[in-house]
């Protein structure tokens, strides 16, 4: 049976603002209080969406969130009708307000981490959601993700949901961003690679001084047990805690997989020899022949890889077996990334070519080619029986641009934020992108 790697891309949210409120990630730092444009970050999106259709790729779309949360400022006291809720919280505490209305859901790498059939016990994929605790603005990303999740793979003969781990820090999951998986072909079985940051009970693996460690090693076999992994289809391995503390919050950052290929920084990983025999002898046992492309610190340094988000790119395979790599406008602008890039596709291994997007209004707030999309490896009747509405086609890329059009605005600052239109023109316009992407009632205006 025919198989896919479905991207499914997160459609930026009308509220996208640089709110600095990511400790850790060094762009969401450096730009926070700048005006954004929301229209043009979503059009960007949509424009990698288009592409990538058009090359041949399965292409799907994940819905944004309700924003600004009001029932999560309500939650924190905040009291009155929904327009005094933001007046009030933009008067007394405008840092909750500017968290309540990040469009942090964009980056669906974080959504959830996803297990193809070929690997679970029970012969389904499988989803976990992201608690995403690290950070209150993500926090509270994952009730709304669990239900648009189950809208988009709503068959239980195919596809098993499982509720985001325990919301505390022990627990901190930060879903795809932090798992890769490789095999030979995307129908087969695979071997799971989770990373984390560091262990939450076990006191002899290191850990970041500056920066936190999102991920741990707790949430992330609580994961490979809740999907029903086999041991011999999962390997664990530790972050490089010092590239954490130089900007590298999730891997996804320092490292990128597909198929039977690894694509890493030289300082990405902690006991990395052990890790790639493990992974090699694991991905053999299936069949499979696994391959790793390292980028030596000399070629390129972390602080470029942070700054270019040269690994943050999406790694295909196309049809001919070789790869094509997507990367952001960024890693134009490096001199030594371009450079090695320039090498690395010339120089006739299974990375080929290399192609450029301009995402500047999302890699402002550190989020690449990579952290827009969730990986959901499909076989041929699991992909007939995802929800039709949020595959992309033409006519659906065509809808969503003058949606946009229609909704968005250009210009966000915190006064924006702070005006209560932005409530009204939100919810009318997630009311009929519902209708658009055949959702049914899944935000919070909706249900309640
Ligand atoms: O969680 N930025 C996101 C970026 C997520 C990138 N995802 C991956 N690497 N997969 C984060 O730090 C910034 C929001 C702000 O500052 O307004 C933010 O949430």
Redesign the pocket.
Known sequence: MKSYEVNFDGLVGPTH??????YG?VA?QSN?QQSSNPKEAALQGLAKMKALMDMGFQQGVLAPQERPDVAALRRLGFAGSDAQVIQQAAKEAMPLLVASC?A?SM?V??AATVSPSADTADGRVHFTAANLNC?Y??SIEHPTTSRVLGAMFANPQHFAHHAALPAVAQFGDEGA?NHTRFCRAYGEAGVEFFVFGRSAFDTRYPAPQKYPARQTLEASQAVARLHGLREEGVVYAQQNPSVIDQGV??N??IAVGNGEVLFYHEDAFLETDKMLAELSSKLAKVGGKFQSVCVPRSAVTVDDAVRSYLF?SQLLSRPDGSMLLIVPEECRGNERVWQYLQGLTGSGGVIREVKVFDLKQSMQ???GP??LRLRVALNETELAAVNPGVIMTAPLYESLTQWVERHYRDRMTENDLADPQLLLECRGALDELTQILKLGAVYPFQIN
């Not at 603002?17 to 990511?22: A, C, E, I, V």
């Open positions: 603002n640089y709110g600095g409120l990511s990630n969401s926070s990040s942090s980056w790498a974080n950070k603005h993500r961003a919050f999730h996804d950052v943050n707030n550190g989020g990579a952290c």
